[in-house]
């Protein structure tokens, strides 16, 4: 039998987000099973209430109070081997567990393939909404299938990669399923046979450093965990979402122009033509790195992470995101568009 919902009144969402902006959730229910979101559907006060699906918060900018929504706290447990294949290990796990627990535990029962999206905060359930990706790896790479919870119907389905439509940070769950549907479990499938990921510009400094030639997955995720710490502020200790915007891809053309003006503009030619520049290059080029509006500022290590320097509102971290994105196109006639999502 599955017990009660409870739902918590007048929540403060200051610990739950990395920002650690401020903003009260005025009814909360943690998620823990399929059926607690279909007893929320049924809910006489909560079933027509708008829904806010929360993870780990660290993908997401409050700038205000969810006093009309119902917030979903995703705390769905677990993670197994469900399927051994010729090609692959096929891993599922709980939306609620974290996604850096995830990457070790794999590592650990000797089925890599995640190492290289080592410590990237959050929730393995918000892991394929913004198909995260780092060192040459995204989620995309290793997804196999999800399941969800329709927020309208109550009825939960398995969707595979032809209907998530992944894309650079973006999937269907940024688009047409925005709001629509509470992850709350994802398989992944880890090659076999397993090989490195090391076309990445640190990773070959750290293969130069150590002359380890053949790392193994171990390895790598020592040397991802180690140049992460390095570059990223921990939100423990300072407020961030990691990467405040998407890097910009433009066309050719359009970067020949920006070289012909800037010849050190820092970009990544894309096979389909097109090129992608460096968004905290241009952030920089802008003067903005270390600089802050009210108690919001730009990293002085990477201006590509926006950071709370105590005390910050949502509304101060929008104004500050906003006023860079005029810099920017003002200089490169280029439309920053922030990664996390502003509540
Ligand atoms: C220091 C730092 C470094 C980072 N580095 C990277 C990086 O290298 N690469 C990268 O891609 N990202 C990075 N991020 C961003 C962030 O970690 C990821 O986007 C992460 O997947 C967000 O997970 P979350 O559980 O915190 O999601 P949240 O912030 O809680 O939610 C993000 C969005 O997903 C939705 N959502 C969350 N859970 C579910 C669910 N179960 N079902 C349906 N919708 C859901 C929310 O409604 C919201 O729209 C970084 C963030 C920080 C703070």
């Known amino acids: ?11 403060s969402l200051r610990d739950c987000n990395s920002f650690g902006l401020p903003a009260v959730a005025r009814r909360l229910v943690r998620v823990r099973n399929d059926g607690d979101v279909r007893q929320v559907l049924a809910h006489p006060q909560l079933g027509r209430a708008p829904k806010f ?14 006093a009309a929504h119902v917030v979903l706290k995703v705390e769905v447990r677990g993670m197994r081997l469900v399927d051994e294949r010729a090609d692959a290990w096929i891993v599922e796990s709980g939306a609620g567990e974290g996604w850096h627990d995830l990457v070790r535990w794999t590592l650990e029962q000797g089925w890599p393939g ?13 892991a394929p909404v913004q198909n995260i990706g780092a060192y040459g ?24 990669r032809d209907v998530l439509r992944f894309g650079y940070r973006d999937s269907v769950f940024k688009h ?24 990445y510009l640190d990773l070959e400094r750290k293969m130069a450093e150590t002359g380890i030639r053949a790392p193994d997955a171990r390895q790598v995720f020592d040397w991802v965990c180690a140049v992460r710490s390095a570059k990223l502020p921990d939100p423990a200790r300072i407020g961030n979402v990691g990467s405040f915007f998407k890097n910009p891809v433009v066309s050719a053309e359009q970067c020949r122009d920006i070289i012909g003006r800037d010849p050190e503009v820092v970009h990544y030619p894309l ?35 926006l950071v709370n320097r105590g005390g910050a509102t949502g509304a101060e971290v929008v104004t500050l995101a906003r006023a860079i994105q005029e810099s920017v196109y003002g200089r490169f006639g280029i439309r920053l568009e922030p990664e996390p999502v502003v509540v």
Do not use: Q
Request: with cysteine; glycine share 12%.
């Open 176 to 199: 047409e399923l925005a709001g629509k549907s509470v992850i709350t479990r994802v398989r992944l499938a880890l090659p076999r046979p397993w090989y490195p990921v090391l076309g």
């Open 271 to 305: 096979p389909d033509g097109s090129v992608k520049l460096a968004a905290g290059w241009l952030i920089d080029a802008c003067g903005w790195k270390g600089k802050s509006i009210g108690r919001a500022g730009v990293y002085e290590k990477h201006s590509l992470v």
């Open 114 to 126: 995640l190492e290289n999206l080592a410590l990237i905060p959050g929730t393995v359930g918000a």
């Open 53 to 66: 699906v929360l993870g780990g918060g660290s993908n997401i900018v409050l700038t205000r109070d969810l």
């Open 137 to 160: 790896v995204e989620l995309k790479d290793r997804f196999e299938s999800l399941d969800a919870v329709d927020l309208v119907t109550g009825r939960s389905v398995t969707l595979g």
């Open 1 to 11: 039998m599955t017990a009660a919902i409870d739902v918590e009144e007048n929540v």
